[in-house]
């Protein structure tokens, strides 16, 4: 299963890719307290989640895609997948985030974070 967002922003795209397109960039995503980047791994710290490691699988500045998969997490998750796309549009851009999840239970935990992280691209981009 996935979960998968499309969100519009009144924001450019060039504006949304400056936070998006920085894997080390992490302020946009509630909770996280250190972010670290070496080569293509990404390690974060989340009060209350742990300890999570995600790999770069595709970073393009060009297309203003990014894709990466946590390899490592405490509790259930077996596999993750995700997959952002920023497209610009007369009204702004929209962003197509997708995440593919096993076990299918947590798919709610994962939309949760996603739309918390909407919410913080939104207030990051109106300031």
């Given at each position: ?85 920023v ?5 702004g ?35």
């Amino acid at each position: 299963m996935a979960v998968k967002i499309d969100h519009q922003f009144s924001a450019t795209a060039e504006r949304l890719w400056e936070v998006l397109g920085k894997p080390d960039r992490v302020d946009w995503v509630p909770g996280v307290q250190r972010c670290v980047l070496e080569g293509d791994v990404r390690s974060l710290t989340l009060p209350g989640a742990g300890d999570i490691k995600e790999r770069i699988l595709f970073h393009s500045n060009e297309k203003k895609i990014i894709e990466y998969s946590c390899f490592e997490a405490p509790g259930a998750l077996q596999t993750h997948h995700a997959r952002m796309e920023v497209v610009p549009n007369p009204q702004g851009c929209q962003l197509l985030w997708q995440a593919e999840v096993t076990p299918a239970h947590i798919e709610a935990f994962i939309r949760n974070s996603m739309e918390g992280c909407l919410v913080r691209l939104e207030q990051l981009l109106d300031s």
